[in-house]
């Protein structure tokens, strides 16, 4: 199982958990749409799906805000689909349940002021990413030794290889204690040895 899966697995537990115990909802009644996209916008096919069905659905239930948007601009615009369509929406890491007729000022300003963290998270990877790997392509290392894990070399600089996010999805379980190097090791096809080194080398990962 990809590690992609296993953080899906734990959103979707999560979710069904909420529906059950807390919606009093049975299962057999609920949709699942699932996303594996790191990008920063709402064009994914799991979302889009999500946001076509509204008007059918009584509530949607997400793990935390930055399923559902990494940018305040597309937060407010999900949120207005939402009450579009008199649809419910429940955010279980931060304890908001957004329903169409509770103009609720507290709540929609925690609302705006996580999309803005969510926002400023995103951007704040991106920019460490770019920042490392263009003070790393000036090392002559990355020049005349191997390219590091995730990333491969056009020319001598430094360019992302297809397996570039689901590396970085791992070393970031791992720096957060979620997965040893072991497993790391073992999930990438890698050596724990280059495990540790490209954690060192955190900034190429905006981590």
């Given at each position: 199982?990809?590690?992609?899966?296993?953080?899906?697995?734990?959103?979707?537990?999560?979710?069904?958990?909420?529906?059950?115990?807390?919606?009093?909802?049975?299962?057999?009644?609920?949709?699942?749409?699932?996303?594996?996209?790191?990008?920063?916008?709402?064009?994914?096919?799991?979302?889009?799906?999500?946001?076509?069905?509204?008007?059918?659905?009584?509530?949607?239930?997400?793990?935390?805000?930055?399923?559902?948007?990494?940018?305040?601009?597309?937060?407010?615009?999900?949120?207005?689909?939402?009450?579009?369509?008199?649809?419910?929406?429940?955010?279980?890491?931060?304890?908001?349940?957004?329903?169409?007729?509770?103009?609720?000022?507290?709540?929609?300003?925690?609302?705006?002021?996580?999309?803005?963290?969510?926002?400023?998270?995103?951007?704040?990877?991106?920019?460490?990413?770019?920042?490392?790997?263009?003070?790393?392509?000036?090392?002559?290392?990355?020049?005349?030794?191997?390219?590091?894990?995730?990333?491969?070399?056009?020319?001598?600089?430094?360019?992302?290889?297809?397996?570039?996010?689901?590396?970085?999805?791992?070393?970031?379980?791992v720096s957060k204690g979620e997965m040893s190097k072991r497993a790391a090791a073992y999930?990438?096809?890698?050596?724990?040895?280059?495990?540790?080194?490209?954690?060192?080398?955190?900034?190429?990962?905006?981590?």
């Amino acid at each position: 199982m990809s590690t992609e899966d296993q953080s899906v697995d734990r959103q979707r537990s999560a979710t069904t958990s909420y529906v059950i115990d807390t919606l009093d909802r049975p299962l057999n009644e609920t949709v699942a749409w699932t996303d594996k996209s790191t990008g920063t916008d709402t064009e994914r096919s799991g979302y889009q799906d999500m946001i076509d069905a509204l008007e059918d659905l009584d509530a949607v239930v997400v793990k935390s805000v930055s399923r559902i948007s990494r940018s305040i601009r597309d937060l407010d615009r999900t949120v207005e689909r939402f009450e579009s369509a008199d649809t419910e929406l429940h955010i279980i890491d931060e304890g908001l349940q957004i329903r169409p007729d509770d103009d609720d000022p507290f709540q929609r300003a925690v609302l705006q002021l996580l999309g803005v963290f969510a926002e400023l998270e995103a951007n704040m990877a991106q920019q460490r990413t770019r920042e490392g790997i263009a003070a790393r392509q000036a090392n002559d290392e990355y020049h005349h030794g191997p390219a590091p894990l995730g990333f491969s070399k056009n020319d001598g600089r430094l360019v992302e290889a297809d397996d570039y996010d689901r590396v970085t999805t791992v070393l970031e379980m791992v720096s957060k204690g979620e997965m040893s190097k072991r497993a790391a090791a073992y999930e990438l096809e890698t050596s724990r040895r280059t495990i540790g080194r490209a954690l060192d080398r955190g900034g190429l990962y905006g981590i």
